[in-house]
């Protein structure tokens, strides 16, 4: 079964900073998707940014960059230029290619906090 | 824009009880999803369907059933609520292609006295 990891619960980052969320997942599938989702408090869950483990080049959707190393099992997303509305709930999730294994496994957050 | 919508933002039941939670989505998704979100454990999955009358097991089905009658509608009843499924409970729904992503509801913060 497959596992992912967010080791940090809490993170803080000065307006206009860069800040790198850390994911790590256990699989033994060669193809999958990995994804970043945020959940504004008391809003609802949006996607951030998904990488296609096939693809060796990182995705980037505006001021949202991933690091996405195969080998190490390692999907971190930075975030550049942070601005308040950036703060939220960070879910890095993993999902199978394989019809019939749909579900996403989810991490279990990071709380991003804006200063300004 | 997508539109998954769920029948209670809030919603306080009573041990025992039988409680129905809706989901609708407006997009003709094929896939639908219910998790539950605790602090500290993220999102877990309780059940998800592929389409109308078909239903799979998530991660944490014991307690919980669900129905899906029609394609737009998936909704998630606790038969006998019980004070430890006090939780966040949200509604995704998803077209079909694996590169697609989930399209998440508000949810519903329920709590059972």
């Known amino acids: 079964a497959q596992t992912v990891t967010q080791s940090q619960p809490e993170m803080s980052v000065q307006e206009a900073e860069t800040v790198t969320l850390s994911c790590t997942y256990d699989t033994s599938e060669s193809d999958y998707y990995l994804f970043w989702y945020k959940q504004p408090p008391s809003r609802q869950m949006i996607l951030v940014i998904r990488?296609?483990?096939?693809?060796?080049q990182n995705a980037t959707e505006n001021r949202f960059s991933v690091n996405f190393q195969k080998a190490a099992k390692s999907f971190s997303l930075k975030i550049s230029d942070s601005q308040l509305g950036d703060a939220a709930m960070y879910f890095c999730?993993?999902?199978?290619?394989?019809?019939?294994?749909?579900?996403?496994?989810f991490g279990t957050g990071t709380r991003l906090t804006i200063i300004p | 824009d997508v539109k998954v919508t769920q029948s209670s933002r809030y919603l306080v039941k009573r041990t025992g009880e039988k409680v129905f939670l809706e989901c609708v989505q407006d997009?003709?998704?094929?896939?639908m999803f219910w998790y539950r979100q605790d602090p500290g454990l993220g999102l877990r999955l309780i059940y998800f369907?592929?389409?109308?009358?078909?239903?799979e097991k998530g991660d944490i089905p014991e307690g919980y059933s669900v129905s899906r009658e029609k394609k737009e509608r998936f909704s998630l009843i606790l038969e006998s609520a019980s004070t430890n499924q006090t939780s966040m409970y949200l509604c995704?729904?998803?077209?079909?292609?694996?590169?697609?992503?989930?399209?998440f509801g508000p949810g519903t913060r329920l709590t059972v006295l």
């Open positions: 990488q296609e483990a096939y693809k060796q």
């Open positions: 997009m003709d998704h094929e896939n």
């Open positions: 999730a993993y999902r199978s290619v394989d019809f019939g294994n749909e579900k996403l496994t």
């Open positions: 995704a729904s998803r077209a079909l292609a694996a590169y697609n992503e989930q399209f």
């Open positions: 369907s592929y389409d109308v009358k078909m239903k």
